[in-house]
């Protein structure tokens, strides 16, 4: 078994099918999105393939070590994460080509007009060697 990071992206890759932002979804087609996440998430718990998943807020801070005292804390840049992923799931699976299959079922989520997205998904695999140590 392999684990996979599959990230929403809502924006960075090439315009998805029915590309009409959430924020613009009525309250029926947000609740569908999220039963289909939720649904999609029980089918993995029952096969043994789900680790755990979350949706982000848009809100979050840049924060970094600054030497002694409060580190400094700004509300950007956020191009590689605020303004793309919308969420992740983590899968442990046998292998990539089932990280891609469950991605492409993932990308399927309904949208506006109860229409899959499309939406596109990073599949990312954990880092499991560790480089070599020089001695």
């Not at 609740?31 to 029980?42: C, I, K, V």
């Not at 990539?96 to 469950?102: D, K, S």
């Not at 997205?117 to 001695?135: G, M, S």
């Amino acid at each position: 078994m392999a684990k996979y990071l599959l990230l929403k992206h809502y924006r960075g890759a090439p315009d998805p099918v029915n590309n009409v932002p959430m924020d613009r979804w009525t309250p029926e087609e947000v609740a569908a999105h999220m039963r289909y996440m939720r649904d999609f998430a029980a089918k993995l718990e029952e096969s043994g393939e789900f680790v755990d998943g979350q949706a982000l807020a848009p809100e979050g801070a840049w924060v970094r070590y600054d030497g002694e005292g409060r580190p400094p804390v700004t509300d950007g840049p956020f191009a590689e994460t605020k303004d793309l992923i919308a969420g992740w799931m983590i899968i442990d699976v046998d292998g990539y080509e089932r990280a891609v299959e469950l991605a492409g079922e993932l990308s399927a989520a309904p949208g506006a007009g109860g229409r899959p997205i499309h939406e596109w998904l990073e599949v990312r695999p954990f880092l499991t060697a560790h480089a070599p140590v020089a001695e």
